[in-house]
C-alpha cells in the first residue's frame, strides 16, 4: 500500500482527520499509573484503547520518549505494535542532516521503527533529504510553515526570487513529491490564511497541520481553509491531557469526539 493509501485508507475506517499526538511526559502522568513498571506505556495504551475508532492517525513526538530514558526504544516500539494496523503511524522525529547521516536516520525511524511517516527539517536540501523518499509506503512531512510564533523569525524571510522562504519549502517539497508521492508538508493551524494559500499553491500534497486546540487554532478554520486537499489534524494536549485523574482515558475520548 502507497503512502496516500494508506492516509485515504485510515481516514476512510474512521470517518475523521484526527491525529492524535502521544506526546506522553513522563513526568506528568496520571497519579494512577505511579505503579506501573511502565507508565509511558500503560498511559498511550489506555488512550489508544479509549480513542482508536475516532483516530485516523497517531503521532508520537520522539523528544518526550528520548527523555523517559533508557526506557525510551522499548516504550516507541510497544506503543507502535499496539496501535491497530489500519491506523497511520507518525514519527515526529524532525531530523535532517547531510546525507550519510540521513542515511542513518532513515533506517531507524523507517526500518527498525516502521512508522508510515516521519517529520523532517528540509532545510539542508536535497542530499540531506533523499535517504527518507526512496520508499513509497513511507512518508515524509516536511516542516514547512510551523504553529510557533517563532517561525516569523526564519519562514516568513523574503527571498530574491520574490518567494517567502515557507513558498520556496513548499514548491521544493512538490519537486520532490515526484515520482513517489510520499511527501507531505507540515502547516500550522494557527495560520489559516496562509493554510489557504499553501493549499492553492499545492493542492496534491498532503498537510499535517497541528496547533488545533491548545495552541489555538480549530478543527473548523482548518477545514474551511483546507477544502478538499488531503490532511491530517494533530491534537495533543487537548486530547491526551483533557484530565490527570483516573478518569484520563474517558476525558480523552470525550475530547477527542469534539475534534471528529
Same mark, same amino acid.
Given at each position: 500500500m502507497t503512502f496516500l493509501e494508506k492516509i485515504t485508507s485510515a481516514q476512510a475506517k474512521s470517518g475523521s482527520m484526527l491525529c492524535i !499526538?502521544? /506526546?506522553?511526559?513522563w513526568r506528568k502522568l496520571p497519579e494512577i499509573l505511579d505503579d506501573d513498571k511502565n507508565p509511558v506505556?500503560?498511559?498511550n495504551k489506555a488512550i489508544?484503547?479509549?480513542t482508536s475508532d475516532l483516530a485516523c492517525a497517531y503521532k508520537l513526538q520522539i523528544a518526550y520518549y528520548e527523555a523517559y530514558g533508557e526506557r525510551c526504544y522499548e516504550t516507541i516500539q510497544e506503543t507502535l505494535e499496539y496501535i491497530p494496523k489500519h491506523i497511520l503511524t507518525i514519527g515526529d522525529v524532525k531530523r535532517g542532516d547531510i546525507g550519510a547521516t540521513s542515511e542513518q536516520y532513515a533506517y531507524a525511524w523507517q526500518e527498525l521503527f516502521p512508522f508510515d511517516a516521519i517529520t523532517i527539517n528540509p532545510l539542508m536540501g536535497t542530499d540531506g533529504v533523499e535517504p527518507f523518499l526512496r520508499r513509497e509506503d513511507r512518508g515524509v512531512f516536511f516542516l514547512g510553515l510551523t504553529s510557533n510564533p517563532g517561525a516569523r523569525d526564519f519562514e516568513y524571510l523574503d527571498l530574491m526570487n520574490g518567494k517567502k522562504l515557507y513558498e520556496e519549502v513548499t514548491d521544493k517539497v512538490r519537486e520532490w513529491n515526484t515520482p513517489k508521492k510520499n511527501a507531505g508538508l507540515v502547516v500550522g493551524a494557527t495560520k489559516p490564511q496562509e493554510l489557504r494559500m499553501l493549499r492553492q499553491r499545492a493542492p496534491e500534497l498532503p498537510f499535517l497541520i497541528p496547533g488545533v486546540g491548545t495552541q489555538g487554532g480549530t478543527m473548523e478554520e482548518v477545514k474551511a481553509a483546507?477544502? /478538499?486537499g488531503i490532511a491530517i489534524v494533530n491534537v495533543s494536549r487537548g486530547i491526551? !491531557?483533557?484530565?490527570?485523574?483516573s478518569d484520563f482515558a474517558e476525558a480523552a475520548r470525550a475530547a477527542a469526539r469534539n475534534f471528529v
Open positions: !499526538g502521544l /506526546d506522553t511526559d506505556l500503560a498511559f489508544i484503547d479509549a483546507n477544502g /478538499d491526551a !491531557g483533557a484530565s490527570k485523574g
